[in-house]
């Protein structure tokens, strides 16, 4: 019996990087750090859950809402989405009110929206497709080349899994910060399967966990079960 509990732990330890996300307190909209007063009502964030896809060669991050996002936002100033990055090749910044980055993705709810990749020391910048909104989600997907170095031109970027990143979510004078606002959540490498599109070096619409890692877990999850049930015949006998 305490072995099959042991064995469920284990397994759930293994299996929780693909399941977790960093949870954000629903309500905790506030006044901006450098705001005198809570006006605007930026969107609510509720998770956010960073990835490495398309075979090391993307970063995808998924963020959920309390409500469903309206985008465009036309009621006063248009609410924005920074990503806030610490990249430990480059050396760390302030920039605005914002502590310990050097890398910044930044999101504006306009008509036109685009992406904007701020590399902060290097005093570069980059423009990338928009994020994807449905619902109360949104999805925010770059390639990995343009946050860290390609070094062996191979188009992946190993240093992406050392990146650390928090989400900041402003309309006008008030903020919903992930944690503090400081870049330290995880990156996690999704296990991806082979496809067409990645062979031929096109980056996939969906950057979402692998069918197999979910066989996988659940095929563990049904072992587990067995040794369980099998543990309590044991002890009723």
């Known amino acids: 019996m305490h072995r099959g509990r ?26 901006c750090p450098d705001a005198r007063g809570a006006s605007g009502g ?10 490495i896809v398309e075979f090391g060669t993307s970063a995808l991050w998924t963020l959920r809402f309390a409500d469903d996002v ?30 310990d980055l050097n890398r910044l993705i930044r999101y504006d ?8 990749i701020l590399l902060l020391p290097e005093r570069g910048q980059n423009v990338f497709v928009p994020p994807k909104v449905e619902g109360d989600t949104m999805t ?45 959540e995880p990156m996690v490498t999704v296990v991806d399967e082979p496809n067409e599109a990645a062979a031929a070096g096109v980056m996939a619409p969906s950057g979402g966990i692998s069918k197999w890692v979910w066989f996988v877990v659940a095929a563990m999850v049904v ?15």
């Open 6 to 31: 042991r064995l469920i732990a284990a397994l759930a330890l293994v299996a929780s990087p693909f399941l977790v996300a960093a949870s954000d307190p629903a309500g905790d909209v506030a006044a």
């Open 42 to 51: 930026a969107p609510d964030l509720v998770s956010a859950r960073g990835q």
């Open 70 to 99: 309206v985008v465009p936002d036309e009621e006063g100033t248009p609410f924005r989405v920074d990503l806030v990055l610490r990249d430990p090749s480059a050396p760390r910044m302030r920039f605005a009110y914002y502590r």
């Open 109 to 116: 709810a306009v008509v036109d929206p685009t992406l904007r």
């Open 140 to 184: 925010i997907q770059v390639p990995g080349r343009i946050l860290s170095a390609d070094e062996d031109e191979t188009g992946t970027s190993p240093g992406i899994a050392e990146v650390r990143w928090s989400v900041i979510v402003r309309d006008e004078g008030s903020c919903d910060l992930l944690g503090d606002g400081r870049p330290s």
């Open 223 to 237: 072992v587990a079960g067995g040794l369980v049930l099998r543990s309590r015949r044991r002890a009723d006998d």
